[in-house]
């Protein structure tokens, strides 16, 4: 087999990544990894044990105790923590919180990288996360760092809660969010930032259909040649 070709598009949270990915994905017949709900996983093992997420010698000792999995199901990605079915569960804002904090540890990025590097090793994929086109896939065909202001990001994910049910306040979303923001780009460990060779998208004030049609632009121009 060629080759397999891999997509990274990272970016701060609320961007659009994952939802631009997955048409993108659907549309070029690759698998789409989001890296998030792996850390996700993590942040939800963490809680879960009633660990605080900030001690680091606590998480760092639960890992070799857990399995992260991903598999598929009608096309969308699912996590298993130990082989259960968890994705249910790592959309919260205290799991969306514990993920920030764990993220930052180096022995939590450690944990994933083989899983995410091998998905790529091994498929067409488009991955996206903060660190794709730094760390894991150095190597990717096409790299693409997506962005928008905190505030539309922060709209678009109060809105994507609301829709879920969940009781919150578009303040408390963008406070969350900034705090976020600094935590991912602040860090020591693979921090958010563009690698050099990254095409940057800036998608404030763009309509879903808008984004995606730009980078499916771009991908096609760069996938083909
Ligand atoms: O993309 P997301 O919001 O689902 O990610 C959850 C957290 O995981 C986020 O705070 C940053 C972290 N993350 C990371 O550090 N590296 C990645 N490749 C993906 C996510």
């Known amino acids: 087999m060629n080759k397999p070709i891999s997509i990274a598009i990272d ?11 997955r ?18 996983t993590v942040g939800y093992a963490v809680l879960q044990r009633g660990i605080d997420p900030k001690d680091a010698v606590a998480v760092e000792a639960l890992l070799p105790n857990i399995t992260v999995s ?21 959309r919260t804002p205290e799991v969306s919180m514990a993920a920030s904090t764990t993220s930052a540890m180096p022995p939590v990025r450690r ?7 091998d998905t790529a090793r091994q ?34 994910r109060f809105l994507e809660l609301r829709e879920k049910g969940m009781d919150v306040t578009y ?9 976020r923001d600094y935590n991912d780009s602040h860090r020591s460990a693979a921090p958010l930032k563009p690698a050099e060779d990254a095409i940057m ?22 996938v083909k040649g």
């Not at 991903?70 to 790592?90: H, K």
């Not at 303040?171 to 705090?179: Q, R, T, Y």
């Open 171 to 179: 303040e408390d979303v963008l406070s969350d969010m900034k705090e």
């Open 123 to 156: 498929n067409n994929v488009i991955m996206d996360g903060r660190d794709i086109g730094t760390v894991v896939l150095p190597f990717a065909t096409v790299k693409i760092f997506l962005t928008a202001s905190a505030e539309d990001r922060a709209k678009r």
């Open 111 to 117: 944990f994933l990288f083989e899983l995410q590097q």
């Open 70 to 90: 991903m598999g598929y199901a009608n096309g969308e990605q699912r996590v298993f923590l130990n082989g259960e079915d968890v994705s249910a569960y790592i």
């Open 11 to 21: 970016g701060p949270s609320g961007a659009g990544k994952s939802t631009i990915a």
């Open 23 to 40: 048409v993108l994905a659907k549309e070029l017949g690759y698998i789409y990894v989001d890296t998030g709900a792996l850390y996700r």
């Open 201 to 222: 998208v800036d998608t404030s004030g763009n309509t879903l259909e808008e984004s995606i049609d730009i980078l499916k632009t771009l991908v096609q121009k760069t």
